[in-house]
Structures are given as structure tokens and as C-alpha cells.
């Protein structure tokens, strides 16, 4: 049988990746799995979700970028198992989050690289679809959460590009990075949009089958 894709909904907060995520898991009908990250339920989730939520909640940025990491590999397992079942696994958020949050916060020591090495062995992502919105500061939630503030979102901005360019290998980038820019589209616009490219994937491409 041949496994799922891992396909991964990647961008700045408030840009619409869980509505997204949301959608296109249902579109893919009973065949699809939805993991978001952080995934907010587990123990260390729990300490992560503090984290982000309490400003008395205290952790050295080291600290909190393992947590994010661990998170991602309490889940890896079960994740593995359902793409060999078939499941296509949809998810909101994943390491390039992990390494563009951290690294954008410019503490020493705390580069690209050293960002990325917690990660190392997890899945690489199928197909990433990163979303973009020069407005999405504008929508409703903006600046409940830590790292919502513009200055911050502009940081990261710079880092998930630095990521894109210096990280990935280019024939990767182009075969497996899509950039879906969502200003003043509507979110059934960019679901559409959204859809079309992963269709197009699935039925065009092979399996990465490569680790982070
Ligand atoms: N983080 C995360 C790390 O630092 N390291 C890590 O390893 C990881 C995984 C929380 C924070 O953690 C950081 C990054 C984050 O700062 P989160 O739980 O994913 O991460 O954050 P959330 O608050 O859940 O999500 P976001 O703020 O990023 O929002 P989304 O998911 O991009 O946006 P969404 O879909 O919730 O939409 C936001 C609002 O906009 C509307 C929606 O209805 C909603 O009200 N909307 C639209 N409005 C108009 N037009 C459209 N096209 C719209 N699409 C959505
Ligand atoms: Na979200």
C-alpha cells in the first residue's frame, strides 16, 4: 500500500493555518489525519501552552525550544504508523515554527543551526505550503498570545526566509515549498487555492522520504 503524505501548513500567526489545516483535512475526507503543533494536550504541551499564555511563566529560551521540539517527537511515532496505514497526516505548524521562533530571538549561541538539531531524525515534510499576509496582524486574536507583537512577527519573517535559503537544499525548496500569499483572498479562496496545490502533489509527486 503506499503511505500518506506528510503535508505541512507553515506561516506567521494569524495567517489562517489552523482554519486551513481544518478545511483541508476535511476535504481529504475519512484518509486524513489533522496534528497540530504545539499539540496543546499532552504534559509538555501543557507547559508550553503556560508558557505562551502566562507572561509570569518564566523558562530560559533554551528550555522552551526543547520543549517545542520534544513535543514534536512525542507525536512522531504515531504519525510514522498512520502515513504507512495510507493516512495523509495534515499539519498545522512543525520544525520550521521551531527553528524561526527561536532563532529569531537572537540569544546567544541560539543560531539557525543550533535551533535545527533537537529536530534532527524527524520526518521532512512532503509538501509545505507557506502561507502568507501582509494584513494578518489585523486579524481577530492578534496579540493575545507571547510572541505576537509586529516587531517580533517581522524577526521571524526574516528567519523563516533565512531557513528557506540557507537550510533547505534548492531542488528540495522549489520540488517541495509552496509560498501561497492569502492577502484579501477570503478564507474559501485560499482553501481553494489551498486544495488545488495539494491535489496537484499527491498525484504528481513521490514520497520524500527523508529526515530533517
Ligand atoms: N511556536 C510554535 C514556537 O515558538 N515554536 C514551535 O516549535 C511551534 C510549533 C503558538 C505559538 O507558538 C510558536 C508560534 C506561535 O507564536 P499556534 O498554537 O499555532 O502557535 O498559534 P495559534 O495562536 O493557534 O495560531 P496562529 O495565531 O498562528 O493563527 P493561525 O492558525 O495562522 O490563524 P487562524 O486560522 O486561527 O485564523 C486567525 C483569525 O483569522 C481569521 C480566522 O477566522 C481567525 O479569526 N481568518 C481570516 N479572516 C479573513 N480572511 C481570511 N482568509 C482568513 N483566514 C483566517
Ligand atoms: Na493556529
Not at 496534528?35 to 528550555?63: C, H, M, W
Request: glycine share 6%.
Amino acid at each position: 500500500m503506499a503511505r500518506g503524505k506528510l503535508i505541512l501548513i507553515e506561516g506567521l500567526d494569524r495567517t489562517g493555518k489552523s482554519t486551513q489545516t481544518e478545511k483541508l483535512v476535511k476535504s481529504l475526507g475519512d484518509n486524513a489525519l489533522l496534528v497540530k503543533f504545539p499539540e496543546r494536550s499532552t504534559q509538555i504541551g501543557g507547559l508550553i501552552d503556560q508558557y505562551l499564555t502566562n507572561p509570569e511563566f518564566l523558562l530560559p529560551d533554551q528550555a522552551i525550544h526543547l520543549l517545542f521540539s520534544a513535543n514534536r517527537w512525542e507525536i512522531a511515532e504515531s504519525m510514522k504508523r498512520s502515513l504507512l496505514k495510507g493516512q495523509h497526516v495534515v499539519m498545522d505548524r512543525y520544525v520550521y515554527s521551531g527553528v524561526a521562533y527561536s532563532a529569531a530571538k537572537d540569544t546567544k549561541g541560539m543560531d539557525l543551526n543550533w535551533c535545527l538539531q533537537p529536530d534532527k531524525g524527524l520526518l521532512k515534510p512532503d509538501l509545505t505550503l507557506f502561507l502568507t499576509n501582509s494584513d494578518s496582524e489585523l486579524r481577530q486574536g492578534f496579540g493575545e498570545e507571547r510572541y505576537e507583537c509586529t516587531d517580533f512577527q517581522d524577526k521571524v519573517r526574516g528567519q523563516f526566509a533565512a531557513i528557506f535559503d540557507t537550510l533547505e537544499d534548492p531542488d528540495y525548496k522549489s520540488k517541495h515549498i509552496k509560498f501561497l500569499d492569502t492577502t484579501h483572498k477570503t478564507i474559501e479562496e485560499v482553501h481553494q487555492l489551498v486544495r488545488a496545490v495539494t491535489s496537484d502533489y499527491i498525484q504528481g509527486h513521490a514520497d520524500v522520504n527523508e529526515f530533517i
